[in-house]
C-alpha cells in the first residue's frame, strides 16, 4: 500500500501532456483478440489497469509486447477462453473480453467483474445482448459462462445506455452472420475510438442514427495500427485542478471537442481558458462561482468528472446542487472532504455543497479512481498537509499522476503505508 503526502498552497503552472485515455486503450486491446494477426496499438498510458489487461490476454496465450507507450498483440491462438477471478475482480473493463471470445472461439468463461466501489454495474445488458445474437448464456459459480456455434445477427435495444455494453455487444456482433441493428447505444468518444479500430480491421459498421448501429457479420478480421485517443477525463481533472491549484496551466494533446459539458461549466463558474485543435490554456480563477451540475450520458456532463467537481464546489463562491444520474454511491468522497473542512450534505443522489473559504489538510481515504483525483484537488488548494490512502485507486486511471502535478510545482511524495 502507498499513500500521497501533499502539502497544499502552492500555485501550479506549467505544461502538462495528456496522455492516452484508458476507457479508450482497454476494449481495443481485447478488440485484438478477435483476429490471428498482429495488432499495433500507440499512445499507451502505464496503468495499473493497462497492466491487468495485458496479465489477463496472457493467460489465455496471446503474445504481447509493450515498448515505449506501444503495444504489440498477437492472439494467434488462445490456450483457454478464460478470464480468471483473480484478475478480473480488480478491474471491471475485464468483462470486454467476454464479446471477442465468444465471436472467435464459440465460447467464453469470464468472471464477474470488478472495479470501482461506486454503486451496482450489473452487466445484465451484456447478456441479454449476447443472448439476442444467439449465444446460451448461464452464470455458475461466480462466472459468466457463454456458449455459440455461430452468432447470428438481430435486432438489440439496450433498456438503458451502457458503455461497456455497447463495446461488448458490438464486438460480438462484427462477426455474427447476417445483419445486426444495436439501438439506444453510448456516444462516448471512446466508443468511436473502438468502432475506428473494428473499421481498420475489416468490420462492417454504420451509424443508421443518432443513437444506432448497423453492423454487417464478416468472416475474418485483420490486424489494426492504431493511435489512441487522449483521455478526456484526465484532461478534464487537471482543467478543474488550475481552475483552482494554479496560475496557468497548459494542457496539451487534449481535445476540447470531447469536454464541452465540461468547459461549458467551468466558464459558467468563471474559469477563463483558451482553446486550441490540440490544447487547452486554463488561468487560475480568484473567485469560482458556485454552479449546479447534473451528471447525464455523452454528451452530458461525465459522471466521472463529478468528485473532483465537487472538490472545486467546496470553495467555489455561494452553493451548488450536484446530482448523480448515473451511479447511485458515487458520492463516498463528500465524507473525505468533510475532513477537510467541505461543508457538504449528502440527500440521496444529490449532495448540496456549501462554499467555505478554505479547506484545511488532513489524512483521508480514497474509495475509487475518480474520489482519489478529488482528494488530491482538495489536498492541492487545502492549507497544510493531507495524506491520502489507498492511492492504488489512482493509480488504475491516471498515469503518473503525481509525478506530472510534481513537474508543475507541487509539493507531492508518494510513501509507504
Given at each position: 500500500m502507498e499513500a500521497l503526502v501533499i502539502e497544499g498552497g502552492v500555485r501550479l503552472k506549467g505544461e502538462v501532456e495528456i496522455s492516452g485515455a484508458k476507457n479508450a486503450v482497454l476494449p481495443i486491446m481485447a478488440a485484438a483478440l478477435l483476429t490471428h494477426e498482429e495488432c499495433v496499438i500507440r499512445n499507451v498510458p502505464d496503468l495499473r489497469d493497462v497492466r491487468t489487461m495485458i496479465r489477463l490476454l496472457e493467460s489465455m496465450g496471446v503474445e504481447v509486447v509493450w515498448k515505449d507507450r506501444e503495444l504489440r498483440i498477437k492472439a494467434h491462438s488462445i490456450k483457454e477462453p478464460l478470464a480468471p477471478y483473480e484478475l478480473v475482480k480488480t478491474?471491471?473493463?475485464?468483462?470486454?473480453?467476454?464479446?471477442?471470445?465468444?465471436?472467435?472461439?464459440g465460447v467464453a468463461k469470464v468472471s464477474l467483474p470488478g472495479g470501482c466501489a461506486i454503486g451496482e454495474r450489473p452487466i445484465d445488458l451484456h447478456i441479454k445482448g449476447l443472448k439476442a445474437l444467439g449465444a446460451d448464456v448461464d452464470i455458475e459459480e461466480g462466472y459468466v459462462i457463454a456458449e455459440a456455434p455461430g452468432l447470428k445477427g438481430a435486432l438489440y435495444i439496450f433498456d438503458k445506455v451502457t458503455v461497456t455494453g455497447t463495446e461488448n455487444?458490438?464486438?460480438a456482433a462484427v462477426m455474427a452472420e447476417g445483419e445486426t441493428i444495436l439501438e439506444n447505444v453510448a456516444q462516448e468518444p471512446e466508443v468511436w475510438?473502438?468502432?475506428t479500430v473494428l473499421r481498420k480491421m475489416g468490420?462492417?459498421?454504420?451509424?443508421?442514427?443518432?443513437n444506432s448501429l448497423r453492423i454487417v457479420g464478416v468472416d475474418g478480421l485483420c490486424g489494426f495500427e492504431h493511435e489512441v485517443m487522449p483521455d478526456r477525463i484526465e484532461a478534464a481533472t487537471f482543467l478543474i485542478t488550475g481552475a483552482l491549484?494554479?496560475?496557468?496551466?497548459?494542457?496539451?494533446?487534449?481535445?476540447?471537442?470531447?469536454?464541452?459539458?465540461?468547459?461549458?461549466?467551468?466558464?459558467?463558474c468563471g474559469v477563463e481558458m483558451e482553446v486550441s485543435r490540440s490544447a487547452i490554456s486554463v488561468k487560475g480563477a480568484d473567485v469560482i462561482d458556485a454552479a449546479d451540475v447534473e451528471t447525464q450520458p455523452y454528451p452530458g456532463f461525465p459522471t466521472d468528472v463529478q468528485a473532483q467537481y465537487m472538490a472545486m464546489m467546496s470553495l467555489a463562491r455561494g452553493t451548488s446542487v450536484i446530482t448523480?444520474?448515473?451511479?447511485?454511491?458515487?458520492?463516498?468522497?463528500?465524507?473525505?472532504?468533510?475532513r477537510m473542512g467541505a461543508n457538504i450534505l449528502v440527500d440521496g443522489n444529490q449532495a448540496v455543497v456549501r462554499g467555505v473559504e478554505k479547506l484545511k489538510g488532513a489524512p483521508?481515504?480514497?474509495?475509487?479512481?475518480?474520489?482519489s483525483a478529488s482528494l488530491v484537488i482538495a489536498a492541492l488548494a487545502a492549507e497544510g498537509k493531507s495524506r491520502i490512502s489507498r492511492i492504488y485507486h489512482l493509480d488504475r486511471g491516471y498515469e503518473a499522476f503525481d509525478k506530472k502535478l510534481e513537474a508543475l510545482g507541487a509539493r507531492i511524495r508518494r510513501v509507504k503505508e
Open positions: 478491474m471491471r473493463a475485464s468483462v470486454l473480453v467476454l464479446g471477442p471470445l465468444v465471436a472467435r472461439e455487444i458490438l464486438m475510438d473502438l468502432i468490420a462492417e459498421i454504420e451509424k443508421v442514427e443518432p491549484c494554479s496560475e496557468y496551466l497548459v494542457l496539451k494533446n487534449a481535445r476540447a471537442e470531447h469536454m464541452v459539458a465540461v468547459i461549458a461549466k467551468l466558464r459558467e448523480e444520474n448515473i451511479f447511485e454511491k458515487r458520492f463516498t468522497h463528500a465524507a473525505e472532504l468533510r483521508v481515504m480514497a474509495s475509487d479512481l475518480r474520489a
